[in-house]
Each structure stands twice: as C-alpha cells, then as structure tokens.
C-alpha cells in the first residue's frame, strides 16, 4: 500500500471516529439507545424502520441499542460513509444487499438474535415477536404476515416463539402458495405452531 494510500486510508477512519463520537455516550464510550434515537433523527429515518436493523446486521452488532466503535467501523468502512450525510446515502444500497437471498436468510436469523437481550434467552414473547415480524417481513409478505400475527393474538398455546419457529414462518412465507395453501404438507418437518396456523387459516376460509 502506497503511503498516500495509507494516508487516505487513515484519514476516512478519523471521519468514521468522529461520526461515531458524535452519537456516543460520553461516560461508556458506545453509541446507546439515546444515540441511536438521535442518530435516527438526524438520518430521517424512524428508530422501527427496517434499514435501523440492517445497518445492526452489517455491523454484526451484538446488543440490542447499543453500537461500539469496533462494530461501527466495521460498517461504515464497508459502506464508504464517513460522514453522516454519505451514510443516509448508502441506506438503499445495503437494503439492495440485505435483500439479496444469499443474504436475507441470515438477515432474517439476526433480527431474532438481536432481539435476544438476556444472557441464554433462547425465545421471545409473543408481542415482540409480533413487531419484529412486521418490521422485517411486512413489506414482503404482508397478507402471510397479517394473518400470522392475528393467529398469534389470537391463539393461547404459544407464549413464546424459539428460534426453529421463527426460521419455520420465513421458509413458509417463501415456499408456500398463499392464501390457498395448496402445496403445504404437514408431514413434511415444519414446526407444530405451523401446523396449527395452517389449519386456522383453512378455519377461518371454510
């Protein structure tokens, strides 16, 4: 690498700092839920919208609200932001990128362990789940997303949703004909809580 290069290199770092630095907590060093509420505003975006979460998955942040340095740079390096404006910017190229298929799986997988804030939590309450459904399918798949979380308002066998569960509904919104639910077998290994959605919808149709 060229000393100009390396010049460069670090220069974009100190721009990627300061941004951060902008929205850290002074006392703890990282950017906490009130940095990311400021951050939010300042990008224009809502706290809830999807592309809050994305810019937590390239990070590969670790705790719910919170961004440290390490995860911050590691972002926006890879998205050429070092400043806040060039950020807001790149908000519709990483949608593109969360989007693809390769990656929207395992985007979809971190949104449920993002959510995991208690140490050797292994599911999430049925209202949070509902949310979270909402923010990351809804867009794509909104009449199975709907429904879903009616039937989950609605049911009172499931207090909780694990992660098999969660995987199981994005592989049903992906390969299941709906509403007519034409191509669903039970026999194949879908998670119990899909069974019994299946047949309350087929309930509610007949």
Not at 186 to 196: K, T
Request: charged content about 30%.
């Amino acid at each position: 690498m060229r000393r100009s290069a390396i010049k460069a290199a670090s220069k974009e770092l100190e721009r990627i700092d300061n941004v951060f630095y902008t929205y850290a907590n002074t006392t703890s060093g990282v950017i906490d839920p009130e940095g990311i509420e400021r951050l939010c505003a300042d990008m224009e975006v809502d706290p809830t919208d999807v592309r809050v979460l994305m810019l937590a998955w390239k990070m590969r942040a670790e705790k719910q609200g919170y961004f440290t340095l390490e995860e911050w740079r590691v972002a926006l390096k890879a998205l050429r932001a070092d400043s806040l404006s060039k950020l807001k910017k790149a908000l519709p190229e990483l949608e593109k990128e969360v989007r693809r298929p390769s990656n929207f799986v395992d985007f979809y997988s971190y949104g449920f362990k993002y959510c995991l804030t208690e140490e050797k939590q292994k599911s999430i309450d049925i209202e949070s789940i509902c949310q979270l459904i909402h923010i990351i399918l809804g867009s794509q798949y909104q009449a199975q997303v709907d429904s879903f979380v009616e039937y989950l308002k609605t049911q009172s066998d499931y207090k909780v949703i694990n992660m098999d569960q969660w995987m199981g509904f994005y592989r049903f919104c992906d390969e299941i004909s709906y509403p007519d639910l034409s191509n669903y077998d039970p026999e194949l290994a879908w998670p119990l809580i899909l069974d019994n959605f299946v047949e309350w919808v087929r309930e509610k149709q007949s």
